[in-house]
């Protein structure tokens, strides 16, 4: 009897004869009992409907003798009835067969031990989500077959859902567009197609779609969109099954150099294709021609020009390509803020009240449905239920609206679903070839023994309680991943769901407002350090959910070894002299940095290293520097994109006390420690001026170059050039200025009263014997006596004469050393020279109040030429104050940006590596976005001269 039922089987013969007669070791029909397979209902989400296998494919298995088990459910769209009655034994128990099929994970507890399962297992790139179903497969001694991996000779998927893939994301995207569209004031033909699972079949949906495209070719598409273009990445099957429903419309292909041409000058009454391949964009790092082997084998060495060579003549993208990770991506989250910058298109006809576009993309399907992956700011599948976003490229931010600024995005990671009889009768038949070889499987039996094609033995993920060698690298991922969570990585994930991990360095003046915005984000843990337990104290109070370390930076070099490789990102907000040794070991550990400071020449030497470890490290993004750079990018960019030209570039900046606590012997309070704003006057500075380049000695001569500032009436204002303005205008680009001049705003007198301080001798660097830390104590009036080779006890009237004098009969400048205290009897806390002692005092002497606020001044005039020969002056402004009780101004403005940029760069908003300034649009757009929204927003007034 055996040996009639073998030799009915196509599949046994030759193990038949091989065995002589024997038992048949694959095909065991009688002797083992019948071959059994299981389909199991499907539990990962409500919309799941199809199956493996239909009930005609069940059918021609039940005719080969194999029993067919369906698990019960009302939600198939085949009933359970259709399949009864092709011969199915419908039963809740499945534990009688050998093989169990369905199409998406199944849960942990109902997997059953020493089985085969086949189903999509989403594993193989040791997704992380889907590693705790990996390790109880492994535990129970499953075997696992995962169609993904099921590919012929030449690497092609054999069974897939990929072309109803296709079908329905053409139709979603198709619906999704009608409605975008309406929102941005434009009704199309577009409108009157619904999303796929609203029809009863693909038919149904593609006579929706002819509609449609009968009044496209009535030209009834609004002039005011111009050419629509679709886009399709890839040539397998979920790209056809797009372009079949695609094919509905009046259309005509294009190849990828056309794009631009027909963008601008397409017809309206038809809709343009284009089928992008590899070759198309993919472009060797080192020239040469595209070499499909080199790039399976060596992605790495391709990058893609998608973004600027395709992409921005694309209407609508529907992406269905498979990205690797270490492959090039097709759009980069920075691609989309050039993208989706809001312009005025060359291309787009005007219509006199008809609302032009923002932008060219309007929609864009991402079928192959991999956050984070080809389409970098897909960041989460869309659902059926919610099938679209709107994604915001300045803010980084989705949506779900069709109204607002962005691209609409449709990305659900179970498109056929929609379509679920077709799909599972397309599938099935894809399947059903291969499910002889699968009931051969017996899990219990060493995988050395499993007699199978290829195909099937190839897709076999684990079997035995261990990965399939094909898969042994999964481990190698997973140990990757945890070696990363280790070192506080990305994939950093803890009880309370964090996920990014900053560490800032510094808690004083301006830490408040970057910690606070940080923490906005619940996934985002932020520990600071400082030396000073004062400032860990306020900051513990602003922000509890901040982890505070007492710890001297300077001299814990094994802590910063310990906590950088911890953490994500460094926020450097020590004294700029510290920064270049934070980004060394930055470096070493390839973590990011960000720091608001001027780039010194030791930081500058640092941007090879950077950019060969792969590091972004931001600096000069507070406000001066920071936000006047981005303020004056923002204008010169304008300017020059409507084709004029700079001929000057002022920028005046400055933090003062606000005017009601302004009457200071310097008019001046310091919100930081005093040293560095002292050190900044003995600084030199060069600029250009009319064309001549002006230079400003160092030692004192800044304070002779001071000028009244006349711009804001309101305030009795004064400046002096800030540092080397002319490095900036090749920075700028603005080498067709004239003059070019970067300074600092002082309230009237403060350049009068320093300069009485540095006649005086105490902005000395030398050290001074009288003010040694282990000397004998002494006030400041006996240390002024000293100046003056006086005894300490020399009367206050002689002194003040001697004073008078040696600052050439002064008033304002006596006045301001009377008021400061430096002729009375107190004790002076002595740090070795003039300069450390004398800012040492000040700190405490003219710090703010804990209701005194400060003011923020920023002023720019750009002198504009046109095309036509007219003049312009821009002047733009910025007046912010700080909060009583609360953040100060500059806090904000220092703080808010660093920690804008810095969020922006764990997000992958910034991606440049090596050194990097924010004078890139992509970098100050979004952050001058967000900081408007946070209440930091400048005015413009035009002057035509």
């Known amino acids: 009897m055996l040996h009639h039922v073998c030799r009915r089987h196509e599949a046994c013969r030759h193990m038949f004869k091989r065995v002589g007669g024997a038992v048949c070791s694959n ?27 239909s009930p005609s494919h069940v059918a021609k298995l039940v005719k080969d003798g194999v029993k067919v088990i369906v698990q019960p459910s009302n939600r198939r769209a085949y009933s359970m009835q259709e399949y009864a009655n092709r011969g199915a034994v419908i039963q809740e128990d499945l534990s009688e067969a050998s093989l169990v099929i369905g199409v998406k994970q199944v849960p942990i507890d109902l997997l059953m031990p020493e089985k085969t399962y086949a189903f999509f297992s989403h594993t193989i790139k040791a997704q992380e989500a889907n590693m705790s179903l990996l390790d109880a497969i492994l535990e129970k001694n499953i075997r696992l077959i995962d169609y993904e991996k099921m590919v012929d000779e030449e690497g092609q998927r054999v069974v897939a859902f990929g072309k109803y893939a296709g079908v329905s994301g053409m139709i979603n995207v198709l619906h999704g567009m009608g409605l975008r569209l309406l929102a941005l004031g434009h009704h199309t033909p577009f409108m009157h197609i619904g999303p796929s699972h609203n029809y009863r079949n693909t038919e149904m949906a593609r006579q929706a779609v002819r509609d449609a495209g009968y009044e496209i070719a009535l030209d009834r598409l609004p002039k005011s969109l111009g050419t629509l273009t679709f ?25 990828p150099e056309y794009l631009p041409k027909v963008a601008r000058h397409g017809a309206t009454n038809k809709v343009y294709a284009c089928e992008v391949s590899r070759n198309d964009h993919y472009v060797r790092k080192e020239g040469g021609p595209f070499n499909a082997n080199e790039f399976e084998e060596h992605p790495e060495r391709y990058a893609s020009a998608f973004s600027h060579k395709v992409a921005p003549y694309a209407s609508c993208i529907i992406n269905g390509i498979y990205w690797a990770p270490n492959a090039p991506r097709l759009l980069s989250i920075p691609d989309a803020k050039v993208l989706l910058r809001p312009q005025e298109s060359p291309w787009i006809a005007s219509s006199a009240g008809c609302p032009q576009l923002p932008h060219r993309l309007v929609a864009l399907c991402d079928i192959s449905a991999d956050p984070g992956g080809s389409i970098e700011f897909m960041k989460e599948c869309t659902t059926i239920d919610s099938p679209f976003c709107l994604y915001d490229a300045e803010q980084n931010m989705e949506t779900e609206s069709f109204a607002g600024d962005g691209v609409l995005i449709c990305s659900i990671d179970n498109m056929p679903a929609q379509i679920p009889r077709e799909a599972t009768d397309f599938f099935g038949s894809l399947l059903l070839p291969y499910v002889k070889d699968m009931l051969k499987s017996e899990a ?3 995988f050395e023994e499993y007699d199978c094609s290829p195909v099937v033995r190839n897709a076999v993920i684990a079997s035995n309680g261990s990965l399939a060698p094909n898969y042994e690298y999964i481990d190698v991922l997973r140990q990757k991943a945890k070696d990363k969570r280790r070192a506080g990585h990305k994939a950093q994930r803890t009880s309370s769901g964090i996920e990014k991990r900053v560490l800032v360095l510094g808690a004083g003046y301006v830490a408040g407002p970057a910690v606070d915005y940080l923490l906005r984000d619940n996934s985002t843990h932020v520990t600071v350090a400082s030396q000073y337990s004062e400032e860990l104290d306020a900051i513990s109070q602003k922000c509890p959910a901040a982890d505070c370390l007492l710890m001297d930076v300077q001299r814990s070099q094994e802590d910063l070894q310990r906590l950088i490789p911890e953490h994500d990102l460094v926020v450097s907000l020590l004294p700029y002299a510290l920064h270049p040794d934070i980004a060394k070991l930055c470096i ?34 507070g406000v001066d520097p920071g936000i006047d750079h981005m303020m004056a990018m923002q204008c010169f960019d304008e300017v020059r994109n409507d084709g004029g030209k700079i001929t000057s570039y002022v920028s005046w900046c400055g933090g003062l006390p606000a005017p009601e606590y302004s009457d200071t012997p310097l008019h001046y309070k310091f ?3 005093p040293r560095g704003v002292l050190m900044n006057c003995l600084a030199g500075a060069k600029y250009l001026k009319n064309k001549q380049m002006v230079e400003v000695s160092p030692g004192g001569g800044l304070l002779e170059a001071v000028e009244p500032l006349h711009f804001m009436p309101g305030f009795n204002l004064e400046g002096f050039p800030n540092r080397d303005s002319t490095a900036y205008i090749n920075k700028y680009g603005i080498e067709s200025a004239n003059t070019v001049l970067r300074g600092t705003i002082r309230y009237q007198g403060y350049s009068t009263a320093i300069k009485g301080l540095m006649q005086l001798g105490l902005m000395d660097l030398e050290p001074h014997p009288s003010l040694h830390p282990g000397g004998p104590d002494i006030t400041w009036k006996g240390f002024m006596s000293n100046m003056f080779g006086k005894s300490h006890d020399i009367f206050e009237d002689s002194l003040k004469d001697l004073v008078y004098e040696k600052l050439g009969r002064n008033k304002h400048m006596l006045d301001t050393i009377i008021r400061l205290g430096l002729l009375m009897d107190e ?31 920023m ?72 900081l408007n929204q946070e209440g930091i927003q400048g005015t413009e007034k035009i002057r035509l001269l």
């Open 827 to 857: 004790i002076i806390e002595k740090k070795g020279n003039p300069m450390d002692t004398f800012s040492s005092y000040l700190a405490r002497r003219l710090a703010y109040g804990p209701m005194e606020r400060d003011l923020l001044l």
């Open 231 to 255: 886009v399709f990445t890839g040539s397998g099957n979920v790209s056809k099954g797009a372009q079949e429903v695609f094919q509905e419309l009046p259309h005509e292909y294009i190849e």
């Open 27 to 53: 095909w065991r029909h009688m002797s083992d009992g019948q071959r059994v397979v299981a389909i199991r209902r499907e539990t990962i989400n409500v919309w799941e409907r199809r199956a493996p296998l």
């Open 859 to 930: 002023r720019h005039d750009i002198g504009i030429s046109w095309p036509d020969g007219s003049l312009e002056q821009r002047q733009l402004n910025l007046v912010v104050y700080g909060d009583q009780g609360g953040f100060s101004a500059m806090a904000k403005t220092v703080g808010l940006p660093t920690a804008i940029a810095a969020k922006m760069i764990l997000e992958g908003e910034i991606q440049e590596k090596g050194i990097v300034i924010p004078l890139s649009r992509n970098v100050y757009q979004p952050i001058m976005s967000r």
């Open 671 to 673: 919100s930081w420690f």
């Open 588 to 621: 070493d550990h390839k973590r990011n940095m960000v720091t608001a400071s001027y780039v010194s020449p030791a930081m500058q030497n640092l941007h090879q290293s950077a950019v060969d470890a792969g590091v972004t490290i931001m600096n000069e993004i």
């Open 444 to 446: 219990k039996h060493s």
